[in-house]
């Protein structure tokens, strides 16, 4: 089953824009990740961010958490063509597997 | 070091037949994770070892399916009597299973299509 949802399911931007993509879920969590995924193959993981931390930058990515709405937002700042993916939120399953959202397909035009 | 790999990369297998795939996972990770994810959808957990052990399969989709782990290391998860509804990309991922390290490492993946 799926813990929560992306929002938008694509998202079409100009290189240098940003993009914000978010993710909601429904249980209570220990710590929220993103993914992103090329070409429908391996994922690759962006960020983690704990329940007890309310924002966390990594380069141009930003996550915010805010868990009295479970809710995370994932900011990609100045994007580039090669961010072009699909971004998935994923968060702690019983037996320490991840629960992903469907994702949402990013493109970013040259 | 090398990251998880998987083999096959691609398999095309005709309904009815049996299929098998390998994942290594990332070296000292005990916890090893397969998910399944079918055209333009998120990842379906399927099973978790931590070690040889799987305490859980109902992740599992049907009893046509099994997986093992040996040595710690190398999993193999087997698809029997392959249906149409099987094909999908199957992941395979590794993590150290240690509180706060939550990382997991994904291999490229097999794509699976059954015809």
């Known amino acids: 089953s799926q813990q929560g949802e992306e929002d938008p399911q694509a998202l079409s931007i100009q290189e240098g824009e940003n993009a914000t993509m978010n993710c909601s879920y429904k249980?209570?969590?220990?710590?929220l990740q993103w993914y992103r995924q090329n070409s429908g193959r391996g994922l690759v993981h962006l960020i983690l961010?704990?329940?007890?931390?309310r924002e966390k930058h990594s380069g141009r990515l930003r996550v915010t958490l805010d868990t009295s709405k479970k809710s995370s937002s994932l900011l990609i700042t100045a994007s580039r063509a090669a961010d072009t993916a699909s971004y998935f939120c994923?968060?702690?399953?019983?037996?320490?597997?991840?629960?992903f959202g469907k994702g949402t397909k990013l493109s970013v035009k040259p | 070091g090398a990251g998880v790999s998987q083999s096959p990369s691609n398999k095309v297998t005709e309904k009815g037949k049996d299929v098998e795939l390998r994942c290594d996972p990332i070296?000292?990770?005990?916890?090893l994770y397969w998910y399944r994810q079918s055209l333009g959808q998120g990842l379906e957990f399927l099973i978790y070892f931590q070690g040889n052990s799987a305490p859980d399969k109902s992740g599992l989709p049907s009893d046509r399916f099994s997986a093992e782990r040996t040595g710690g290391s190398v999993s193999t998860l087997t698809i029997q009597r392959t249906q149409q509804e099987d094909s999908a990309v199957y992941l395979c991922a590794s993590s150290l299973a240690i509180p706060g390290s939550d990382e997991q490492f994904f291999g490229p993946g097999t794509r699976l299509t059954v015809l």
């Open positions: 994923a968060t702690g399953g019983s037996q320490g597997n991840l629960i």
């Open positions: 070296s000292g990770h005990t916890a």
């Open positions: 961010i704990r329940s007890n931390e």
């Open positions: 249980t209570s969590i220990n710590n």
